[in-house]
């Protein structure tokens, strides 16, 4: 299985300031045939189920503020996250689906400083 | 607006047997992959099992082969989770999800929308 290896583990940002969580795959998640990166980011916040944020590596879902981006490619991606808000306090994974079984980083919990 | 309705959580023992439902509304059902994953107390996210749109193809990740069983009824636009021989690390909130493309086939499988979840609890 590929593993997702999320970092940092948890992150502590002012607010209005830019948060980057880093994702590395065991292995590339590039798919020749389409030249896509096949990861997606989800946030969670407590109590809630996951919400899909960035996929294809960099394309924001529909709704998503665009304070939010995904960067990267081959085994190493960033999600960003600029001028953040207090609503912005979750945990974030990412997740690649280019092999089955589908596998996920093990979070990043991002609270404000 | 697609919704997904899970149940069928609740408290069993160790080596029961449990079965989750999971209630889809808002799309043509039977032409999308679906998924469960779950996420045990305060940990992270585990995909567990997926299934085609027709209901053909189905996937499981190592941890539950061989005791956990998908299926769903196009007709009722319902998913299920079959659980046999449930261990205490089974206990988890399981969510239903679905995969984006409407070819029904399990491949590109990032995940929207999430059902709320229901919990299982696995205890003596």
């Known amino acids: 299985d590929i593993v997702m290896t999320q970092s940092p583990d948890s992150l502590a940002v002012s607010l209005g300031e830019r948060a980057s969580i880093n994702c590395k795959s065991s292995?590339?998640?590039?798919?020749?045939?389409?030249?896509?990166?096949?990861l997606a980011w989800y946030q969670q916040k407590p109590g809630q189920p996951p919400k899909l944020l960035i996929y294809?590596?960099?394309t924001r879902e529909s709704g998503v503020p665009d304070r939010f981006s995904g960067s990267g490619s081959g085994t190493d991606f960033t999600l960003t996250i600029n001028s953040l808000q207090a609503e912005d306090v979750a945990v974030y994974y990412c997740?690649?689906?280019?092999?089955?079984?589908?596998?996920f980083g093990q979070g990043t919990k991002l609270e404000i400083k | 607006e697609v919704q997904l309705l899970e149940s069928g959580g609740g408290l069993v023992q160790p080596g029961g047997s449990l079965r989750l439902s999971c209630a889809a509304s808002?799309?043509?059902?039977?032409?999308?992959?679906m998924s469960w994953v779950r996420q045990a107390p305060g940990k992270g996210l585990e995909w567990v099992s997926g299934?085609?749109?027709?209901?053909?193809?189905?996937f499981y990740a190592d941890s539950v082969r061989g005791r956990f069983t998908i299926s769903r009824d196009n007709s009722k636009s319902t998913l299920y989770l079959h659980m046999n021989s449930l261990k205490a690390e089974d206990t988890a909130v399981y969510y239903c999800?679905?995969?984006?493309?409407?070819?029904?086939?399990?491949?590109?499988?990032?995940?929207?929308?999430w059902g709320q979840g229901t919990l299982v609890t696995v205890s003596s």
């Open positions: 999800t679905k995969s984006p493309g409407d070819h029904g086939e399990f491949w590109d499988n990032y995940f929207d929308p």
């Open positions: 808002g799309l043509t059902f039977s032409r999308y992959a």
């Open positions: 299934i085609s749109g027709s209901g053909e193809n189905t």
């Open positions: 292995q590339t998640i590039l798919h020749n045939s389409n030249n896509k990166n096949h």
């Open positions: 294809w590596a960099s």
């Open positions: 997740q690649q689906y280019y092999f089955t079984p589908p596998t």
